[in-house]
């Protein structure tokens, strides 16, 4: 079974990449684009007796840091 | 006197380490492999090196602050065993919960590289003994990911606990209040970005940094 894991930078936590995407986006030309924010998508295939809340302390122990980054699970 | 330098892989700082406390403090040094399971026994002194501990894979420090040493490197540290974190050593005591906070990517985005002035805020310390309170010193940096965040509440706790021990004196990487290093509530361990290993005589450019592991010598006597 396939979890998706997203960490994204909380609100309010400057994102200098995604700042710095955005500024891509308007070199190109795009108009519009209000804001970015760069998060990070990490896969997992886990097996399907691995619950929720096991990924969830996967997720507060190692793969997103409490301190500035979300995250949000999602069984695929 | 024994001293721990703690090697992982990608660190690059590991070997200017521990030549500068070996030849600074006279202590014995040991470079201790990150899959370890315990330090040597009676160390005095832990140092976690500069680099990019896993490539900076995930976050700057992070798989690094969960190796097999780092439980007892943990444990050291909250006895007190003076323990001091340079630049990916910074990064990897936040992500391991010895200091608050955290390191994002710098706010102008580049890599940094370069000598950065920097002001003591805290001489009372073991790492700072020898240098004066609100003296500047001229140390190197060079890093991506030196912006240190902290929630309000926790900086107006460092500010107010003594807890900075170094602040940058002028804009380097968008850290908050201008954060170069702190302080762990004992005083013991010390996570700082920039370089004080790199800076110990003048064939360096400066030996500002000479001074930080003088100060050992005092305090582990």
Redesign the interface.
């Known amino acids: 079974m396939n979890i998706r894991v997203f960490v994204t930078l909380k609100n309010g936590v400057l994102d200098p990449q995604g700042r710095a995407i955005h500024h891509a986006i308007e070199n190109l030309g795009f108009e519009g684009v209000n804001d970015v924010r760069a998060g990070r998508l990490i896969e997992l295939d886990v097996d399907p007796a691995v619950t929720d809340e096991q990924i969830a302390e996967i997720c507060t122990k190692l793969l997103a840091n409490m301190v500035i980054e979300n995250f949000e699970i999602q069984r695929v | 006197m024994k001293a721990a330098v703690i090697q992982f892989p990608g660190s690059n700082c590991d070997r200017d380490m521990a030549v500068a406390i070996s030849s600074i403090t006279g202590a014995e040094t040991l470079l201790v492999w990150h899959g370890d399971s315990s330090l040597p026994d009676g160390v005095d002194l832990i140092a976690i090196p500069g680099g990019f501990s896993y490539g900076d894979y995930?976050?700057s420090g992070?798989?690094a602050a969960?190796s097999p040493i780092m439980q007892d490197v943990v444990a050291a540290a909250n006895r007190g065993v003076p323990t001091l974190g340079v630049c990916n050593g910074f990064q990897i005591l936040?992500?391991a919960g010895l200091l608050?906070?955290?390191l994002?990517?710098?706010?102008?985005?580049n890599f940094i590289c370069r000598n950065v002035p920097l002001n003591v805020e805290n001489n009372s310390t073991p790492f700072t003994s020898q240098y004066k309170k609100g003296e500047q010193v001229m140390f190197p940096v060079a890093h991506h990911d030196g912006?240190y965040?902290?929630d309000d509440a926790t900086l107006d706790m460092l500010e107010n606990d003594g807890r900075i021990a170094f602040r940058y004196g002028e804009y380097v990487n968008?850290s908050a209040r201008n954060i170069a290093g702190i302080l762990n509530e004992k005083g013991n361990v010390l996570g700082m970005m920039p370089h004080p290993e790199r800076m110990i005589e003048t064939m360096h450019g400066g030996s500002d940094g000479r001074r930080l592991f003088e100060g050992l010598i005092a305090a582990l006597a």
């Open positions: 995930l976050r992070a798989m969960r936040t992500e608050p906070g955290a994002m990517r710098n706010a102008g985005i912006n965040f902290a968008g």
